[in-house]
């Protein structure tokens, strides 16, 4: 059974930081490229940013330069580090996993960030 968990999310205020983090099982992690997306009330879910299985990362626009995701293989394990948090970065938080090769994607259950005064 493939299981993401997140792990991570709160209330922060503008400016502020937050780790977030996904560990994976069932899966064999590092053939997986690896994402996070957020969903924020009213709106589609986004791309945030993806690690390839091979560690190259891309972010969306709105993120670059503040955000970076990382994996760590061994521990089955993607971060996404957010810095200078605003609150237009308020959102659900999703940990995704997609194998390049056969195309199966698995999701987490999601993790709350919220960036508040």
């Known amino acids: 059974q493939v299981q993401l968990v997140e792990s991570g999310g709160g209330l922060v205020q503008p400016g502020g930081s937050l780790r977030l983090s996904c560990v994976g099982s069932g899966i064999i992690f590092s053939i997986y490229g690896m994402g996070w997306y957020r969903q924020a009330p009213g709106k589609q879910r986004e791309l945030v940013a993806y690690?390839?299985?091979?560690?190259?990362?891309d972010y969306l626009d709105s993120v670059q330069g503040r955000f970076t995701i990382s994996r760590e293989n061994a521990k089955n394990t993607v971060h996404l580090q957010m810095n200078s948090l605003k609150p237009e970065d308020t959102a659900v938080y999703y940990c995704?996993?997609?194998?390049?090769?056969?195309?199966?994607?698995?999701w987490g259950q999601g993790t709350q960030v919220t960036v508040s005064s």
């Open positions: 690690i390839s299985n091979g560690g190259r990362a």
């Open positions: 995704n996993a997609k194998n390049p090769f056969s195309l199966s994607v698995y």
